[in-house]
């Protein structure tokens, strides 16, 4: 018998699903708002079609299907072979006819979530490796799921903006470029406030600084500018290059 229930008795990685499962609906509700001759449009990642971003939402939810496959077999199973095959990957998905496109997004998705589905308690703890090359408990792989199918809806460019990301995705978006930034040392001391988000508090590495170069907005509008993807809507700083984070 086949379960059809998660089988994890957790509450929290419960939520944890329900919550990457409504990025994704909201995220294939994106894509089937699209017709076949829009497929080809741009999308707002520099020479990148929306074919691109699909193929790539697509293959990223396989990978992820190899790291859940890794934790509860204990077999290793990376998400890419190397750098080069993944950019090939996406390359080749992206010449895909429509419908394959489609299929792929479909199905890579649908096994993901079989997957998880199907992970017994014991194997969310278990450690994998993401392409990065950072060694996280397979929970991880819920949250690396929820930020692609978000942010990535927004770079399809066909109406959903960074108000429509819950905010809490966009909160731990957020945390997580200002810790990368961190950790690379490529903030070059900018003072960030999120207004309406008290509770997150100055951020970067100018925070509490009244010299430092100040960016303001709300939190979608600081979560967009950071991410690298426009700071039009900040209130200050939008003229401020956002520091690298991947
Ligand atoms: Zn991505």
Same mark, same amino acid.
């Given at each position: ?19 990457v499962?409504? &990025?994704?609906a909201f ?5 089937n708002?699209?017709? *076949? !001759? %829009?497929? !080809?449009g ?7 079609? @929306?074919?691109?971003?699909i ?6 939810a396989?990978?992820l299907t190899?790291?859940v ?7 290793e ?13 996406i390359?080749?998905?992206? +010449?895909? =006819? ?7 997004? *479909?199905?890579?998705s649908v ?8 992970? =017994?308690? %014991?194997?969310?703890g ?8 950072? +060694?996280?408990p397979?929970? %991880? ?11 990535h809806?927004?770079?399809? *460019?066909n109406?959903?903006r960074?108000?429509?990301?819950p @905010?809490e ?15 690379k040392? +490529?903030? =070059? ?5 999120? +207004? ?9 590495? &100018?925070?509490g600084?009244?010299s ?8 979608p ?5 950071a991410?690298?993807? &426009?700071?039009h809507r900040?209130e200050?700083?939008?003229?401020? %290059?956002? =520091?690298?984070?991947i």
């Amino acid at each position: 018998m086949v379960a059809r229930q998660d089988l994890t008795t957790d509450e929290d990685l419960k939520a944890q699903l329900l919550r990457v499962r409504r &990025g994704t609906a909201f995220w294939s509700r994106k894509v089937n708002e699209l017709t *076949d !001759d %829009e497929l !080809d449009g741009p999308s707002l990642l520099p020479g990148w079609s @929306r074919r691109h971003v699909i193929a790539h939402v697509g293959y990223n939810a396989r990978a992820l299907t190899r790291l859940v496959q890794w934790a509860t077999t204990g077999v290793e199973t990376p998400m890419y072979s190397s750098p080069q095959a993944r950019n090939q990957e996406i390359a080749y998905g992206a +010449t895909l =006819p429509a419908r394959a496109l489609r299929h792929l997004n *479909d199905h890579a998705s649908v096994s993901l979530n079989v997957e998880w589905r199907d992970t =017994p308690d %014991e194997a969310w703890g278990h450690e994998v490796r993401t392409a990065q090359g950072r +060694t996280v408990p397979l929970t %991880e792989t819920l949250w690396m799921r929820s930020r692609e199918v978000w942010i990535h809806a927004v770079d399809l *460019d066909n109406g959903a903006r960074f108000s429509d990301v819950p @905010r809490e995705v966009l909160s731990r978006l957020l945390s997580d470029i200002v810790g990368n930034w961190a950790a690379k040392n +490529t903030d =070059p001391g900018l003072r960030i406030q999120v +207004t309406g988000a008290p509770e997150l508090g100055e951020l970067g590495a &100018g925070a509490g600084q009244d010299s430092a170069r100040t960016v303001r907005g709300d939190l979608p509008a600081v979560a967009q500018w950071a991410s690298g993807r &426009g700071g039009h809507r900040l209130e200050a700083g939008a003229d401020l %290059e956002n =520091p690298r984070w991947i």
